[in-house]
């Protein structure tokens, strides 16, 4: 044996991001957090319900927020989080959908 753990191989799991640019060059208003806050809610539940991964959180900074999605297929994640990534006011905005490694991405404008 040639290693100290025998640990199982676990597969990366497929990711969504979802950049959105707010007012301001910090962390936009009450509102724009409020509703990216309550979306993130939502597409929770939905995914949750539809077995397809996890919303994972958000990040706010720079003018943009950030939510965060990891499941074992990003296009059915996508799929499920797509009305409510839509739904949201603020433009620009895309997602970037990874497949297994960083190197395999795309990007989709909402």
């Known amino acids: 044996m040639d290693t100290l753990f025998d ?3 676990t597969e990366t799991p497929e990711q ?14 009450p509102a724009e957090r409020q509703a990216i806050f309550e ?4 597409m ?5 319900a539809a077995g ?8 706010f900074g720079a003018g943009e927020a950030e939510l965060y999605a ?4 990003a296009e059915a994640l996508f799929k499920v989080m797509e009305p409510t990534l839509r739904s949201l006011p603020f433009r620009p905005a895309y997602v970037v959908l990874r497949r297994g490694s960083r190197e395999t991405q795309s990007r989709v404008d909402l």
């Open 39 to 42: 979306a993130e809610r939502a």
């Open 16 to 29: 969504g991001v979802a950049h959105y640019r707010l007012s301001g060059d910090q962390y936009g208003s």
């Open 7 to 9: 640990l199982p191989e």
């Open 70 to 73: 990891y499941g074992a297929d």
């Open 52 to 59: 397809v991964g996890e919303v994972d959180g958000n990040g």
């Open 44 to 48: 929770a539940a939905a995914v949750e």
